[in-house]
């Protein structure tokens, strides 16, 4: 390992979770590593050219017309998730998708974990995985839950590749919907024989990457799901049965014990900022799906609810669309009242008004968090539901989709 990186002059990219494992790692390795970021200046990429090798963390573009000029020069390209992928000795589970891999991720790590397994859970929802290579050995398995931003250069894929459902998403970080798709297709495209493809046949793009992999392919559906894996579930939402088609799925291919996959699934409560319970107050039940960052996961969760309801929408700019999103909405009679916040507020009314959507607008803007949740309740009837799934990114108000929910969850229990 030494021999790789010791006195090399490495550039690491992005300091974010991702970007300080790879710090970490490189540095034990003996390497001269400077970090890059945005926050240091503007100009931090006009010397990419003095450096060995290049570390990419996953919100830096993989096509900066920087990082391309370096790499025509002779500087090598890599990134964390490229290097573990490499060094990892035990089986890598990957999984991505639009939507659901945090919770698909969990749940098969829960599973394999109840089964007596070596699994650890790394990445963007566990423990920073360069960390991880001193514990393991050739028995482990590591889920790693994978993102477009890290697959669009990946050159090796994961033993046991899951595939959700792919729509559309991050269109302000890609060109175009065929580079985000191609980006995601590098989960199966360099596996071999030996390796499984476990993809999602609801899903024409997941179905298609049957076709770029030499991988054993099986697909899942929730239609096909066996009704006892349906059963005295507490997760919430038609979409979450196909998470946990695509868990069940990888634990059939692990050979584990149906009875040990139904006890993790009756236990199993969700992540966190995902369809999560914050509480009931005088009959209102709210619930915090501020993970839901574009229209689809929206979608899905207001199909999860026939209670009359009063759903909180808007945020920051990514360039997605709400046509669908306005249909949906209309369609769903037990919508009574829409609150809008944040800059694409304009965008989501205009999709609310182009469907015909008759019901109760209220535009809050940029109103504190405290304000929007007021209002909610004010306009939800007992026995109804407050849902925060706003269909946008977070940045306009709020750190992130976590001080989001965060913030509509400190905001509901003020209220008592």
């Not at 398995?141 to 595939?163: G, K, N, T």
Request: charge should be positive.
């Amino acid at each position: 390992m030494k021999s790789i990186f010791k006195g090399k002059k490495i550039a690491v990219i992005g300091y974010g979770i991702e970007g300080q494992d790879a710090e970490k790692f490189l540095l034990g390795q003996g390497a001269k590593v400077t970090i890059l970021d945005k926050k240091f200046g503007e100009n931090y990429l006009k010397n990419l050219l003095d450096f060995d090798v290049i570390f990419r963390s996953p919100g830096v573009y993989r096509y900066l017309p920087e990082i391309i000029k370096a790499e025509e020069e002779g500087v090598q390209i890599s990134s964390a998730i490229k290097l573990f992928l490499r060094l990892c000795p035990g089986k890598i589970i990957g999984v991505t998708g639009t939507k659901g891999k945090g919770t698909t991720a969990t749940l098969i790590y829960q599973i394999l974990k109840k089964a007596g397994k070596d699994v650890y859970l790394a990445g963007n929802i566990g423990v920073p995985f360069l960390q991880l290579l001193p514990k393991l050995n050739k028995k482990s398995i590591v889920i790693l839950e994978l993102s477009s931003f890290q697959l669009i250069d990946l050159e090796i894929s994961p033993h046991i590749a899951v595939v959700l459902n792919i729509t559309l998403d991050h269109m302000d970080w890609h060109k175009n919907r065929e580079e985000y798709t191609d980006a995601k297709k590098n989960i199966v495209r360099y596996q071999s024989a030996s390796d499984w493809a476990i993809l999602n046949e609801e899903y024409e793009v997941s179905r298609s990457f049957a076709k770029d992999t030499k991988a054993k392919v099986v697909f899942f559906s929730k239609n096909r799901l066996e009704d006892k894996f349906k059963k005295n579930l507490l997760l919430r939402g038609e979409h979450n049965l196909e998470n946990i088609a695509a868990a069940v799925a990888v634990a059939k291919v692990l050979e584990t014990e149906d009875k040990i996959i139904l006890e993790v699934l009756s236990n199993f409560k969700g992540l966190e900022h995902r369809l999560e319970p914050v509480g009931k107050i005088d009959g209102v039940t709210f619930y915090n799906d501020s993970f839901a960052t574009g229209p689809q996961p929206t979608i899905a969760a207001i199909k999860s609810f026939t209670e009359p309801t009063t759903i909180i929408l808007g945020g920051s700019e990514k360039g997605l669309d709400y046509e669908e999103l306005g249909r949906e909405i209309t369609k769903a009679k037990n919508i009574k009242t829409v609150i809008i916040i944040g800059q694409v507020g304009p965008k989501i009314i205009k999709g609310l008004k182009d469907a015909k959507y008759r019901r109760s607008i209220v535009n809050l803007k940029t109103s504190p968090m405290q304000k929007i949740v007021a209002c909610a309740y004010r306009n939800t009837p007992r026995g109804g539901v407050v849902l925060l799934s706003p269909a946008a990114a977070s940045f306009d108000m709020f750190a992130d989709y976590k001080d989001r929910g965060n913030q509509f969850k400190k905001a509901v229990l003020s209220l008592k």
